[in-house]
């Protein structure tokens, strides 16, 4: 079965300092992996998307997601981070009906 | 552009009352349309989906049910609801045919009292 693992309920960093959020993800063939963010009380937004090509992929709000295959991973990055980032971050990957989730991973950037 | 739509945005409901909450896409055709549930925590648990009008696949028995009466319209019921049932409600769509790139709605917060 296609699962992610998010190994993180929480990232703290400070603003303007690097932030990196982990998921490894267990797939059979190709891996199709998702990030989406999610603000308080708020639906689930995309962020970005790896498919195939480039193992670094770039999305919304200046983050970036890096691709490795050897360590199953698919990390979510922001060179700079801010405080508006601070959020629920939930990987996923396709399962057969619908993707599958991360158990998500709460981003606190202080000021 | 495509939207999505969920109302309402909050309800707060008796125990034993009846459920209705209501979504809706616009400007795409034949989605697979998607009820979550997200508890106090953060995990997201998916209870329905559907490909197609009157399609329902659940995921998760429970003392829910969903309906697709129009081609981009889902709705969500409960003749009785339980505490149980409190949490922050999540309709999601993509293209036909595809699991990719969900995209949510807004949420309604259930409270059960």
């Known amino acids: 079965a296609q699962s992610v693992a998010q190994p993180e309920d929480q990232v703290n960093v400070a603003e303007g300092n690097p932030l990196t959020v982990k998921c490894t993800y267990s797939?059979?063939?190709?891996?199709?992996l998702f990030w989406y963010v999610q603000y308080p009380n708020r639906g689930l937004q995309f962020l970005l998307k790896y498919i195939t090509g480039d193992n670094l992929v770039k999305g919304s709000y200046g983050f970036e997601a890096e691709f490795n295959k050897s360590q199953t991973s698919f990390h979510l990055k922001k060179p700079s981070a801010l405080v508006s980032d601070s959020a629920l971050y939930f990987c996923?990957?396709?399962?057969?009906?619908?993707?599958?989730f991360g158990k998500g991973t709460m981003l606190l950037v202080s000021p | 552009s495509q939207t999505i739509h969920q109302w309402p945005a909050t309800l707060v409901q008796p125990v034993g009352s009846p459920l209705s909450l209501e979504c809706t896409v616009e400007?795409?055709?034949?989605?697979?349309l998607y009820w979550y549930r997200q508890a106090a925590g953060r995990g997201l648990q998916l209870l329905f989906y559907?490909?197609?009008?009157?399609?329902i696949s659940s995921e998760v028995p429970q003392n829910l049910s969903a309906s697709r009466p129009q081609d981009r319209q889902f709705i969500l019921s409960s003749k009785k609801l339980l505490l149980s049932d409190s949490g922050f409600y999540l309709c999601?769509?993509?293209?036909?045919?595809?699991?990719?790139?969900?995209?949510f709605g807004p949420g309604t917060r259930l409270t059960v009292t």
């Open positions: 996923a990957v396709p399962g057969y009906s619908t993707l599958t």
């Open positions: 797939v059979s063939g190709n891996p199709y």
């Open positions: 400007g795409t055709s034949n989605p697979n």
């Open positions: 999601a769509w993509t293209p036909g045919g595809t699991v990719y790139e969900q995209y």
């Open positions: 559907s490909v197609g009008i009157g399609q």
